[in-house]
């Protein structure tokens, strides 16, 4: 089988086509034809050199959706739908035993589109312990980024302890993961107040589930926060990053926790320890989801708790890639972006 694929060469943000010829597969490998890989900015971030972690030359893209072709493995069959994780874990270390197996690193050579082939492609070889079965009911192109929009921001609000009745502030809200949280934190009972920069894109947020939408076009946004809701946040769901990061720490009330998903400018911030130790603040980092979210959030999908919010898709080419990578630099995508190999 030939694999046409569109992966960043060099780190001098370099894209080009090659065919390349399918490995043979090893114990636990899955042959996929992906239908649709969607389009995270952290591509962007990893395309234009700004992670050190990126093993070049790769094809990039981590939200899988697509069939099985050939397997490895005995719980996997030809024709068999399914979406990816980020990565594989073991399933048997500590981590995965405790709920934590978005940090196992046993099988960390498959880590789609950092440390192996990710989703740029026409075929991708995956890991057995990756794969979530995909139901008919959900389309390849929706199916691809809800591990990495829905399960993310599950997971996220879970580490962030949130219960019905909090008060949940998000940032980036109109992003591929906002436009997502916003309906799951909404769906654990959440009170969400969301951040966003584009005035034409409050009235979605509100249908999205919204209680409460605040326009900042400077990143500096704690005093509207107390103002117009009367008093500080319990969690916020931190999708931006530096720019935001600030306002996030001064809008969370005492004991309040900031869970950090996004970080968009591969950022450095300075952290107020006087004010976290004072007021008890918890920082905790978030990032992947394990299988169980994700088939938490495809459940929530077919009973239209959820509903998948696809803003445009592109062709799998040089420059259909350049096109959605530049669509997402100029923050002018509400949901999320999706490479439709059969465009």
């Excluded at 992003?175 to 969400?192: D, E, F, K, P, T």
């Excluded at 996030?248 to 900031?258: A, D, H, R």
């Excluded at 299988?291 to 696809?310: C, F, S």
Aim: glycine share 10%; net charge neutral.
């Amino acid at each position: 089988v030939e694999v046409v694929r569109a992966g960043s060469v060099l780190k001098s943000d370099n894209l080009r086509e090659t065919s390349v010829s399918v490995p043979e597969l090893v114990e636990n490998e899955i042959l996929v034809r992906v239908n649709a890989c969607g389009v995270c900015y952290r591509d962007v971030i990893d395309r234009e050199g700004g992670n050190s972690f990126v093993s070049f030359p790769i094809a990039l893209g981590h939200e899988i959706a697509g069939m099985v072709v050939e397997s490895k493995a005995k719980e996997w069959k030809e024709g068999d739908r399914i979406v990816s994780l980020h990565g594989a874990p073991c399933g048997s270390c500590d981590l995965c035993c405790s709920g934590n197996s978005p940090r196992c690193t046993v099988n960390a050579p498959y880590t789609y589109g950092l440390l192996c082939n990710g989703g740029y492609q026409q075929y991708a070889v995956l890991h057995a312990n990756s794969l979530v079965k995909l139901p008919n009911s959900i389309p390849f192109t929706a199916g691809s980024f809800l591990c990495c929009t829905a399960a993310v921001s599950l997971r996220a609000l879970k580490l962030g302890n949130v219960k019905p009745g909090n008060i949940v502030l998000i940032t980036g809200a109109s992003g591929g993961v906002g436009v997502h949280a916003i309906q799951v934190a909404s769906a654990l009972g959440a009170r969400v107040v969301c951040i966003t920069s584009n005035e034409s894109k409050i009235p979605k947020l509100l249908e999205l589930g919204a209680s409460k939408v605040i326009l900042s076009q400077e990143n500096s946004f704690h005093r509207q926060i107390v103002s117009e809701l009367g008093e500080p946040v319990d969690v916020v769901l931190e999708l931006v990053g530096g720019p935001t990061f600030r306002s996030s720490f001064l809008s969370v009330k005492p004991t309040g926790t900031i869970v950090v998903v996004g970080n968009i400018s591969v950022a450095k911030v300075p952290l107020p320890l006087g004010r976290m130790i004072l007021f008890e603040i918890k920082v905790v980092g978030s990032s992947g989801a394990t299988k169980e979210d994700v088939e938490e959030v495809i459940e929530m999908a077919q009973r239209g708790t959820l509903q998948p919010i696809l803003c445009k898709e592109f062709p799998l080419s040089v420059h259909g890639i350049h096109e959605a990578h530049t669509m997402l630099q100029r923050k002018s995508v509400m949901g999320r972006l999706v490479i439709n190999s059969s465009l």
